[in-house]
């Protein structure tokens, strides 16, 4: 059995996500926020950071994406994204890097704006640049949703709920929704599924 060690509005929820639609049974683990790690936490998350899944062989996989990936090839043919050879793939992993490598950092240096600078004077600027990053890259998001209904292939994969998490963490939701809407038509979808929804509950991501 799986083992999850996650906390509410992380990226926990593309995971549990994916281990719903895989279909695969979880052990779920919440790991509180605290200014000190524990040491036994550490010992399988180095940076103190969450989600990481613990696979039945005890071996520990943080980031969200590499998690989403690797349980794409674990479980195929549950709709988590196109294994390798199949229609897709490409796109797959190019969403699922840029989302991981442009979006999701953009979004760190929002929230964490004090990682990226050593100047107290310079946090207001960090959150601006990290803004207008989200902007342009949520854009070319929109741009290659335009009259496609997922990002990846036919349908759904873990891809469009990464995507939605990140919109969600966007620092202004109306805007957000009003800005893309593609985006903001394949993310409305998302939040009307039954297991989203109740995800949701646990996580907010979005008001209900």
């Not at 990226?11 to 524990?38: N, R, S």
Request: charged content about 20%; aromatic content about 8%; proline content about 9%.
């Amino acid at each position: 059995m799986y083992k999850l060690y996650t906390r509410p509005g992380s990226g926990g929820f593309v995971i549990e996500a994916a281990l719903k639609l895989a279909g695969a049974a979880f052990e779920q683990i919440d790991v509180p926020k605290t200014p000190q790690p524990d040491p036994e936490f550490l010992k399988i998350s180095p940076m103190h950071q969450v989600p990481v899944l613990v696979l039945p062989d005890g071996h520990a996989v943080p980031e969200t994406a590499a998690i989403s990936l690797l349980l794409a090839e674990l479980h195929p043919g549950k709709g988590l994204g196109p294994v390798a050879g199949e229609p897709g793939r490409p796109a797959f992993l190019r969403w699922m890097a840029f989302m991981a490598t442009a979006i999701y950092m953009a979004n760190l240096r929002y929230y964490y704006p004090h990682r990226s600078t050593t100047d107290a004077a310079g946090i207001a600027a960090v959150k601006q640049a990290a803004v207008a990053e989200m902007d342009k890259e949520i854009g070319i998001l929109d741009g290659a949703l335009a009259g496609r209904d997922w990002l990846v292939g036919d349908g759904r994969t873990i891809a469009d709920v990464y995507m939605l998490m990140l919109v969600c963490w966007y620092p202004d939701l109306d805007k957000a929704r009003a800005a893309w809407p593609n985006v903001e038509r394949v993310c409305a979808g998302l939040r009307a599924d039954p297991m989203l929804a109740a995800l949701n509950k646990q996580h907010g991501m979005w008001p209900d």
